[in-house]
């Protein structure tokens, strides 16, 4: 069975504090790794898209890396309009399964 | 270009009735999904069409029923609501289900 495990659940981080996320991952015919962003009421939006083991993005304060069974989610000087819960999802065959996420929140 | 819309925002229904949430989307996408959100469990997927008059099953398909009659439109219809069915509902698609998918901003829906 497919899972995905993200860790912390929640995270304080003063404006300013570097910080890594973790998603652990247990699947077979892995076809991609994405990472997304959520705000409060809103949808998932897309941040990251990564492929294979090696591989890095990086959008502004964000840097996305990836292994054979985890990605990280970098963040660099968070300012407070980070704050959001962040998701992990993996792709096998057509369809995602998403960890629980991360709830970051950023004081100034 | 709106990008993927639902509809409606918020939805009340007590147990028994019936209803459809729709989902549109207008980049020609042909994969398109729907995913229930509940506190703690992340995303999961109901339903998923890879193209017009292709659907399948997720991982939590009872209790809900979903047609592809066109590439632009994807219902999901709840046969008869139930309050574990109290969730919040995101439609989404992507151009070929390996890059991102573009999601709705999501439905409400409280079964009382």
């Known amino acids: 069975e497919d899972q995905v495990t993200q860790s912390p659940e929640a995270l304080r981080l003063q404006e300013g504090e570097s910080s890594s996320l973790n998603c652990s991952y247990t699947v077979s015919g892995l076809r991609g790794l994405f990472w997304y962003r959520q705000d409060p009421g809103k949808g998932p939006e897309f941040l990251f898209t990564?492929?294979?083991a090696g591989e890095e993005k990086e959008k502004e304060r964000l840097k996305a890396t990836l292994t054979k069974k985890e990605s990280f989610l970098h963040i660099t000087a968070p300012k407070p309009e980070d704050s959001a819960t962040y998701l992990c999802a993996v792709q096998v065959d057509y369809k995602l399964s998403f960890g629980a996420g991360t709830t970051v929140t950023v004081r100034a | 270009n709106a990008g993927v819309t639902q509809t409606p925002k918020f939805q009340v229904l007590k147990t028994g009735q019936s209803m459809t949430l729709q989902c549109a989307q207008d980049?020609?996408?042909?994969?398109m999904s729907w995913y229930r959100q509940d506190p703690g469990m992340g995303l999961r997927l109901i339903h998923y069409?890879?193209?017009?008059?292709?659907?399948d099953q997720g991982e939590v398909p009872n209790g809900y029923n979903v047609s592809r009659s066109t590439t632009e439109d994807f219902p999901l219809r709840l046969l008869s609501a139930a309050p574990s069915q109290t969730s919040v509902y995101f439609c989404a698609s992507s151009p070929t289900g390996g890059n991102g998918y573009t999601f709705g901003s999501g439905t409400r829906l409280t079964v009382v």
């Open positions: 990564l492929y294979s």
């Open positions: 980049m020609n996408h042909e994969y």
């Open positions: 069409s890879v193209g017009a008059g292709i659907t």
